[in-house]
């Protein structure tokens, strides 16, 4: 059974930094693209970034340039470094993985940054 478990949130001043881990278990993920989601109250679940097996990345223009994803394939972990937060990145942040027709998602993990 694949479970994807998040970890790292928290509640962050504006300016301030945070890395988010996906780790995920019952599956190899190393040929597969993993993404990072995130949902604001009231509003729809949006893709924030990406990374593919071949660590080919790309980003919500909304966090270009202060985002960054990684992978760990030994330890079967995706990263999302978040610098220069702000206010507007509130939200619940989902680890995304599509194996074959199914789509796995994390609990999620929430991020709340304070101006």
């Known amino acids: 059974q694949v479970q994807l478990v998040e970890a790292g949130g928290g509640l962050v001043q504006a300016g301030g930094s945070l890395r988010l881990s996906c780790a995920a278990s019952g599956i190899i993920f190393s040929g597969m693209t993993v993404a990072w989601y995130r949902q604001a109250p009231g509003r729809q679940r949006e893709l924030v970034a990406e990374?593919?097996?071949?660590?080919?990345?790309r980003f919500a223009d909304s966090v270009k340039g202060r985002f960054t994803i990684s992978r760990d394939n030994v330890k079967n972990t995706v990263y999302l470094q978040m610098n220069s937060l702000k206010p507007e990145d509130t939200a619940v942040y989902y680890c995304r993985l599509v194996v074959g027709s199914v789509v796995h998602w994390g609990q999620g993990t929430q991020v709340t940054v304070s101006s």
């Open positions: 990374i593919t097996s071949g660590r080919s990345t």
